[in-house]
Each structure stands twice: as C-alpha cells, then as structure tokens.
C-alpha cells in the first residue's frame, strides 16, 4: 500500500473501510475468533502506519467502552452467582494462583526490559483482552503494546483451547452466525441497557473516573444484572459496532515505532503466553483431580481468556458453560479490581529504580 499522506479524509476513511471489510471477511473465512476486534485492529495498523491521520472521536470511543462494559456485565447472572456461592473456596484458589502467575510473569518481562513495567502487566494479564486495553490506558500502559500482547494472546488461547475441545470430543460445533445477527431483540430490556448506558456516559463525562467509562458501568450493570433488576440486551450489531470502534482506535494508534519494539518483544511475548497457558492447564488438571470438574471444563474455565471466546467454545462442546462463564467472569472482575494497584506498585518501584540509578559525572 502506498502512503496516504496525499488523500484527503473521506478518502483514508474509505480505505480504512475497504481494508476492514477484507479483513474480517478473511479472518471469519478461516474461523478466527474475535473478528470484529482484531480484523479492523489489523486494518487501522495498516493505514496507521502507512500515513493516516483519521481516528474515531473520543466520545465514539467511550461509548464504546461503555457498551463493551455492559455486554460483559450482562454474563453476570444469578445462576452465575450461586455457583461462585457453591463454589467459593475453590473459585478463589484458582484465581488468586492464576493472578499471582500472570503477575509474576509480567514483572520477570519488566526486568528482562522487554516491555515497560504497567505495560507488562496488562499485557499478561488473564482477563478480557478489551477490558485490559481499556483500563491500560488509565493505568499508565501502553495501549498499542497491552494491545498487541492481550490480542495475541488471544488468537493462541484460542487455537489452544479449540485444539484441546477437537481432541475431547472428537469434533468442533458450528454455530450459525446467520442466526445470530438475525435474533429477536428483546427492546424493553434494550431500551434500559441504552438508558444506563447513557447514565453512565454523562456521570463519567461530569466525574472524572480513572477507567471510569469501562469500570462504572461494569460495576453497576453487573450489580443490576446479577439481582434481576434489569435484563442487559447486547445484539450482535450493537456488540460488533462497539469492538469496530475500539479496534479502529488501537490499530490507527500504531506507529511505525511501535510496530518495531513490537517485533523485538515477539519471541519474549510469545514464550510468557505459552508460559501462562502451560500454567492453567496445571491448574485445570487440579480442578479435575481435586474437584471432580470433568477435564474440558476445567481447561476452558481456568484458560487465560478471554471471556467471549472461551464462552464460545464452551458453548460449541460439552463443557459445562455455567461453571465455565462463573470462573471467567470472576477472573475478570478480580484482575480488573486488583490489576490498577499492581500497575502502580511496578510503575513506582520502576520509576524508583530510574532515579536511583547512579550517573557518569560530567567531565
């Protein structure tokens, strides 16, 4: 592709378009998880870093956040809840392990120097790849480096996880996309998602929270889901415009700089998430010995997400997606609750270590 510095923006925005659609339509050829994320991810890499200067507004992006928020809130049900209640010792084990190792992990990248100390973090950290990008940025990461991690992450979680369901059941269930861009919308429930959506939008424009666009509407949709107060409605439409938008505004974040210290960190990157997979799967293989959790749903419950793709799989097998859906969701909600503190502790500890450093006096 040659540079667009010379089109205008109608025209970056056309290309961006056209590079989006090819995308998706060849990651949803091979079966990719996450098309409507990665695919015009991909595509605002590609004008990004080829002299584009479109961006989506601000405020497109957080609505969003907001939007993504309420989809993921909108898995917190009161089955959910009572299996964490059953389930409770347990739960906690295996996400406190599962959040020390991740953690551990992205400090052991931090002193290798091969990513920054926040930015290492939310980049090894086990919950929804969107969700750590988002709050990456509040905290002091990196976004397009977080990005870059979470997202490759995912793409090998994936191919993991759909490899181990191949091999348990012996075949991988299809699921009808047709089908689902054209399911009943329930508008009551629709309408009260938008409205507080739209609550939420203006409390965090008139409020300054940090990761506030993503973090309050999680926290009160989840509360208000997870009680029956309201029924979250998220159509496929409104999903995909949503992970369009966020996708659109990492991938024209890049830069040709950025793609380059990108590169460097691969084989480092690559070897931390094989790492972090190696080590769920221990702890999958504790579940099913010291909790009787049948073995693909130990896998794919304790699997570093995220969400909606080990959702997906789970829901294409056997496994049993309420238990599935209960540990995921949880493991989320705790990295997003204890992640911001750990991001600061390593960004003083790093910042510490900078001032300490002793310098060569000037002759």
């Known amino acids: ?47 990004g870093t080829n002299g584009g200067a479109i961006r989506p507004p601000r405020f497109a992006y957080r609505v969003a956040q907001i939007l993504i928020a309420l989809m993921i809130a909108s898995s917190l049900t009161p089955s959910t809840l009572s299996i964490f209640r059953d389930q409770g010792i347990l739960f906690v084990a295996v996400i406190v392990g599962v959040l020390i190792a991740s953690n551990l992990l992205g400090i052991l990248l931090t002193r290798l120097k091969v990513l920054p100390g926040t930015t290492a973090i939310w980049g090894c950290a086990p919950g929804g790849a969107s969700a750590m990008v988002i709050l990456s940025e509040s905290f002091g990461g990196d976004v397009r480096l977080v990005a870059f991690m979470q997202y490759l992450r995912v793409v090998l979680v994936s191919i993991v996880a759909a490899l181990v369901v191949i091999v348990w059941t012996g075949h991988m269930s299809e699921t009808s996309s047709v089908a689902g861009w054209a399911a009943p919308v329930e508008w009551v429930s629709l309408a009260q998602t ?17 990761g506030g666009s993503f973090l309050l509407p999680l926290v009160v949709g989840s509360i208000l889901q997870s009680t029956g107060l ?30 380059q210290h990108a590169r460097r960190a691969l084989p480092s990157v690559t070897l931390a998430i094989l790492a972090l997979i190696a080590i769920c799967g221990g702890f999958a293989w504790l579940l099913h010995v010291f909790a009787g959790v049948d073995p693909l749903t130990a896998y794919l419950a304790a699997s570093p997400g995220g969400l909606d793709t080990v959702a997906i799989l789970a829901m294409s097998s056997h496994a049993d997606v309420p238990f599935v859906l209960a540990m995921q969701t949880f493991r989320l909600v705790a990295v997003m609750l204890v992640g911001p503190y750990i991001a600061r502790f390593v960004g003083r500890r790093q910042t510490t270590k900078t001032e300490e450093t002793p310098t060569t006096p000037l002759d």
Do not use: H
Not at 27 to 35: D, S
Not at 197 to 204: A, D, S
Not at 230 to 258: H, K, N, Q, R
């Open 230 to 259: 309201i029924d979250i409605e998220m159509p496929l439409w409104l999903a995909a415009a949503s992970y369009i938008v966020l996708g659109w505004y990492i991938g024209l974040g890049f830069t040709s700089e950025s793609l």
């Open 1 to 47: 592709m040659s540079k667009l510095e010379g089109l205008n923006t109608a025209g970056q925005w056309a290309v961006l378009l056209l590079c989006s659609a090819l995308v998706v339509g060849l990651l949803e050829l091979i079966g990719a998880p996450g098309v409507f994320l990665i695919g015009p991810m991909l595509a605002g890499i590609v004008v």
């Open 194 to 210: 938008l409205g507080l959506g739209v609550l939420c939008l203006v409390v965090t424009t008139l409020v300054r929270i940090p």
